[in-house]
């Protein structure tokens, strides 16, 4: 008898804001206080030292927002009440990023989209295939080892929730996936900014491999702005066109598992292709062009960059908040270990490819 | 054992988060294009 495997519309519940908005306010309001704390702090602090001449490494805002979030978190807890206002740190995110698409010229991001598009093409393949391998080396379950793939290759969280629905996985296997690339997500944080400067990068190159290399697209701009401010416009730049592949990867991974579990695919995949594109791409490409046609003028776009700026304020201190150690040691350790020495070795290959295409490209 | 898009679910009615941010980025560039946003400083 044939039966269908339906690819649900209705995507989870994180990807949406809840109608009731007062139930926002008080987490919303947490984020923003962690996030001035984490900018007061950092102004304090410089002011101090230089005020009594002292030569210590500037600690940026941004630490010090992810910092405080993950004493909250991993401390005290956060409460329930809070919770609906903090899911919305994705949401600021996104806004950001439509918002920083003021400060590029389309000409750039046609630049350095390409050159991205080039790496993450090359990651996607490198990535799904070193994933696998190591999935079935250490007998995790295939539909696991897929969404481990999908998360590293792609776009972390939003990925393994689009092709949990597609392939029709387990949501403990979602949990596992999701609990692996957020663990690793917020170990690179602590890592990515160190090798860049070890390594002397410019902010360009180490912004493209931010943004290659970061899987979840919170953490790819922490991990950037770690470094410069210009790093974190880079990283945005190409952890965007990264997103933009999220559709056809997971389409893929759904025509592969009908074929495997003998079924058929039906329906438009055109249509599949839109529902899956983040369409916040889109925004950030028109602002893009907006600015392209001097729509803005410098002010304005200072102005848009700065609130930009102040939407990243609230994911970081998000971020921070997210991490929680306890939730992460009862997801197990054999997913996060795959997941780790994929990380290392997608971080690694990243990095080769974006000092490669920096020579080529001229970066 | 057909895989299918889910034309006979009822579809959602809410706005996804990606479509709201774009919503508010693109409200706050006409504000400030418009000049009711004026100067933000950072």
Redesign the interface.
């Known amino acids: 008898m044939?039966?269908?495997?339906?690819?649900?519309?209705?995507?989870p519940q994180r990807?949406?804001?809840p109608?009731n908005l007062l139930a926002l306010v008080p987490g919303v309001a947490l984020l923003t206080l962690i996030g001035m704390a984490g900018k007061v702090l950092e102004q304090s602090i410089s002011r101090y030292t230089k005020a009594h001449h002292l030569v210590v490494p500037n600690i940026e805002y941004v630490l010090w927002a992810i910092l405080l979030g993950m004493l909250i978190s991993n401390t005290v807890g956060v409460a329930r009440v809070f919770r609906p206002g903090i899911a919305t740190y994705?949401?600021?995110?996104?806004?950001g990023?439509?918002?920083l698409g003021?400060r590029f010229l389309l000409g750039d991001v046609l630049k350095l989209g390409t050159v991205s598009l080039g790496i993450v093409v090359i990651e996607l393949v490198l990535s799904i295939g070193l994933m696998t391998l190591l999935g079935r080396i250490f007998k995790l379950s295939p539909k696991l080892t897929s969404l481990l793939a999908v998360g590293s290759s792609i776009c972390g969280v939003s990925a393994i929730i689009a092709a949990k629905g597609a392939i029709d996985a387990e949501d403990e296997d979602a949990s596992f996936a999701i609990a692996a690339i957020l663990a690793l997500g917020a170990l690179a944080l602590f890592t990515f900014p160190p090798i860049g400067h070890w390594l002397h990068m410019s902010d360009r190159l180490y912004g493209l491999w931010a943004g290659t290399g970061v899987d979840n697209t919170a953490e790819a701009v922490a991990a950037g702005a770690l470094f410069s401010d210009a790093a974190a416009k880079i990283a945005v730049l190409a952890k965007t066109t990264r997103n933009a592949m999220i559709g056809f990867v997971v389409l893929g991974y759904?025509i592969y598992w009908?074929a495997r579990?003998?079924?058929?695919?039906?329906?438009?995949k055109a249509?599949?292709l839109w529902k899956k594109f983040?369409?916040?791409v889109?925004?950030f490409l028109?602002?893009s062009l907006?600015a392209s046609l001097q729509?803005?003028s410098r002010?304005?776009i200072?102005?848009?960059a700065?609130?930009s700026?102040?939407a990243f304020l609230l994911t970081f201190a998000g971020v921070g908040l997210r991490i929680n150690f306890r939730e992460m040691k009862k997801q197990g350790l054999r997913p996060f270990v795959v997941g780790a020495v994929g990380e290392v070795a997608i971080a690694g290959i990243t990095l080769g490819l974006v000092l490669v295409a920096g020579r080529i490209a001229g970066l | 054992?057909?895989?299918?898009?889910?034309?006979?679910?009822p579809?959602?009615r809410?706005?996804?988060?990606?479509?709201?941010?774009?919503i508010?980025?693109?409200l706050?560039?006409v504000l400030?294009?418009f000049g009711l946003?004026?100067?933000?400083?950072?």
Do not use: C, Y
């Open positions: 044939a039966t269908s495997t339906v690819l649900t519309r209705t995507e990807q949406r804001l109608w994705e949401f600021w995110l996104k806004s990023i439509v918002l003021a759904a009908s579990e003998g079924r058929t695919v039906e329906g438009s249509s599949f983040p369409k916040f889109l925004g028109f602002i907006l729509f803005f002010d304005q200072s102005s848009l700065n609130l700026r102040w | 054992m057909a895989v299918q898009e889910s034309e006979a679910k579809r959602s809410t706005i996804s988060i990606d479509t709201w941010a774009v508010l980025a693109l706050l560039a400030v294009r946003l004026k100067h933000i400083g950072w």
